[in-house]
């Protein structure tokens, strides 16, 4: 582990407290590793301030020591941008969990970052609101990290990302001053939007210490409609043609082997008899009767056409829950295998050509690789995964993985599409970066850096190296 | 007008062409001005070039020799964001007026910056889509100027501003090179999104050349209902009463004396005997009698309350469009009386106690000034107006006017709001920026601007001097 002068410990005990700074072995394991593994934790301290004030303090002695600071939150992520394995101070946002200042007419709540997702959903929904980022951390994510990755999730075909719901942001540069944009406002087109660069910056840029949430309508009656279709070109026209008429809070995808083994190994049934090679899984708010006779003439005239084999709809709130635990459930279904997992992106349109080439060059070089396809085709952001064949060393499995990756983000590069649709690139796609960014896009971010981070201590080497 | 080296213009017809370089007086008196008036143009040539690379070879040039540059789109903006009144070089994007790449699936088109509003807005209907960003100008105004300045309109409280629908967009930087940013993609988490910081940029970051525009569902049987409510506290009750339980797409507000105003002066009818101190106008999707049937209990309840005294529902689309006409002619309407204009915003919430402040240091100080307030209340987006006294002259009313801004901002200020809501802040209220930005905010601006425009050639003195 990494050491500190004892002097700037006391330093920093000064600031947030002496049992606020952590430097024993499993506290710097905790929180010096998010969900990707991999890395190896090696922060010096861990620290856990109480208030915005005492994070300025902490950035401040940081910036004049030249001690570099990685932001934590849930560390829920999986491109290891909250990873600290070189010394770095772990600035934890845990305690700055306060939700205040909730306004029904402007439908908006100050967070503290140390949040969780979860607690600003159940706070929307005493408030009779709704909070509709949504994804499978939202039980240990916190919203500075959400903000931080620009967090996307299952319903961004109608709510968009995490970016669409900060009305305002506190930010820590850093030098350790404090950046108070957009106040709560919906329009302000006084000078740059200061806000958008921060969010999604992995905290390169400096912590984000606070945001105003924008809330919603509670949606009425959510349906699910779960539908099978021979081909994924298909499963592009049911969604072009429910797009046309409907507004679609999720269009989700999976293949015949994601369900075949969610079935297999979790308390669910088929959705129906019929085996198509994909599914779409639709959800739409259903206020009336009219909604649902709509979506039924759709979801006919997709058979007529060809593009659907067989569908089943919610008819409950239990079954509709059902219904998605066949999409939500096939990442934890396939845990055991150890899986390669990519998440990538193209435009909508070109997803059924990009996956032919994905599964090509896999199949071609490795065809004893078992692809598990997975995601929100409505956003064209698909989840690869590939499962480690039995009695493939693990070492060698990820070696070869490795090789995989390259293929893809040559791929992705050629669609024009992004090597990390919604995880952030943090440590592990760093070195793939230029397969979605220009050498000039790369040289004004670090520009921007340098403007806003001078002596280089927020996160570095995360995103690309300054 | 400002003189340029021959030796350059030859350079600069070499590259658009001979005919494309105009240096004739109508011309730079044309081209050298936007709606907002007050300056006296005097660009030093007006260049029209062909396609990006011809902007490219321009900008390259321009840098090299120093030369400044003022992007020009429709030139409707309102705070003087495209006036060439320093001999500048006016490069206007008129030529680049092709709409191409349609995709259905995706939903998007690819938009010369030169594309005017309402050629992308019938070009939408034509594919059974729409383009929900809409205002007076929509006719003349360019979708390269109306990201510059992130234009908003009548349906942001639904559809957002301009900055929701570009998905991708293509730059030119200072230096004159491409930045091809995020190329339609629906989901891009891949470091920071440059596209942010170019939209609303009010071309000091670069050239806004092209972009690829989302469209999205039209909108089905649009229904409109104007209510009269006692004040503006009741307003924001019906606001938050309609919002928990329908997904409007307007929500705007004016005030007794701007209807007697429209009454009189257009071929209107009032919406209703009753009269109101103030009037709400709410536009939402009547796709089925029991969304009506929800909006008439909503109005129920609000009658009630007490919160509305009288209202009237649209029937037919011409009466819709009649409603409409109510809030929309307004600005015409008190055109004779060569309004002083301000464009201002707040949280919704705080929206009656900023009103009240305004009117009252405005009565206190001049007590014959009759104030029109119109505006989107459902964003917190409030158009100011004043009307010049008869009898006044109208330097003595600019004068007076000069001291009511100060006392707004200063109010705009105290509520941590904008000084500019959608307009932009351009020439007119750069000197006000810092009533709603922090010196800090300010410098960083400054900083981004040097990592995109080292030269500083950019539409330069726009928001702020360098």
């Known amino acids: 582990m990494a050491q500190l002068d004892p002097a700037i410990l006391e330093a920093l005990a000064a600031i947030v407290g002496e049992t606020r700074v952590l430097t024993d072995e499993s506290s710097c394991e905790q929180y010096g590793l998010d969900w ?22 902490i950035v401040r002695l940081a910036a004049d020591q030249n001690l570099a600071i990685v932001p934590s939150g849930g ?5 290891a941008g909250a990873v600290a394995a070189n010394g770095e101070l772990v600035l934890a946002l845990d305690r700055l969990n306060t939700l205040s ?53 299952i319903k961004v075909i109608k709510h968009g990302m995490t970016r669409d719901w900060v009305a305002g942001l506190k930010l820590v540069t850093g030098t350790g001053e ?20 921060a ?23 959510l349906a699910v409609l779960v ?34 083994k969610v079935v297999a190994h979790q308390d669910l049934q088929r959705p129906f008899e019929t085996v198509c090679d994909y599914y779409a899984l639709i959800e739409f708010e259903q206020p009336n009767d009219a909604a649902m006779e709509k979506a039924m003439a759709l979801f006919e005239h997709c058979v007529e056409q060809g593009w659907v084999y067989d569908g089943t709809v919610s008819q409950s709130l239990s079954q509709a829950q059902n219904l998605w635990r066949l999409r939500e459930d096939i990442s934890e279904t396939i845990t055991p295998w150890t899986p390669y997992k990519n998440d990538i992106s193209t435009v909508i349109s070109r997803v059924p050509e990009f996956l ?18 997975f995601g929100h085709i409505g956003d064209g952001n698909v989840h690869l995964n590939i499962l480690k064949p039995e009695g493939l060393p693990i070492d060698e499995f990820k070696a070869q993985c490795g090789e995989v990756s390259t293929w893809v983000f040559e791929i992705v590069q050629r669609y024009g599409g992004s090597v990390s ?7 592990l796609k760093k070195e793939y970066l230029e397969y979605s960014r220009s050498a000039l896009e790369i040289e004004i971010m670090k520009g921007i850096k340098q403007v806003f981070d001078p002596k280089g201590i927020m996160n570095p080497g995360k995103i690309f190296d300054a």
């Open 36 to 57: 990707t593994r991999f890395y190896t934790p090696a922060p010096s301290a861990v620290l856990l301030p109480g208030s915005i004030e005492e994070v300025q303090a």
């Open 75 to 79: 560390r829920t992520g999986l491109s």
């Open 101 to 153: 200042d909730f306004n029904l007419v402007d439908r908006t709540v100050r967070c503290g970052a140390g949040v969780i997702t979860e607690q600003l959903q159940q706070f929307a929904e005493e408030q009779g609101l709704y909070y509709p980022v949504d994804f499978a951390s939202a039980g240990s994510s916190q919203i500075g990290g959400n903000i931080s990755t620009n967090a996307g999730g």
């Open 178 to 197: 404090l950046l108070d944009l957009n106040r709560g406002l919906m329009k302000n087109n006084a000078g740059y939007d200061l806000r958008q660069l």
């Open 199 to 221: 969010i999604g910056a992995e905290g390169t840029l400096g912590v984000v210490v606070e945001a105003t949430m924008s809330l919603t309508r509670t949606p009425e009656n």
């Open 227 to 260: 539908l099978g279709a021979p081909d994924m070109q298909a499963i592009m026209h049911v969604l072009t043609a429910f797009q046309a008429e409907i507004e679609l809070s999720a269009f989700e995808f999976f293949s015949e082997i994601a369900l075949e």
């Open 356 to 373: 032919a080439e994905v599964e090509a060059v896999v199949n071609q070089n490795y065809p004893d690789f078992e692809i598990v396809w």
């Open 421 to 427: 649709a919604e995880h952030g690139v943090g440590l």
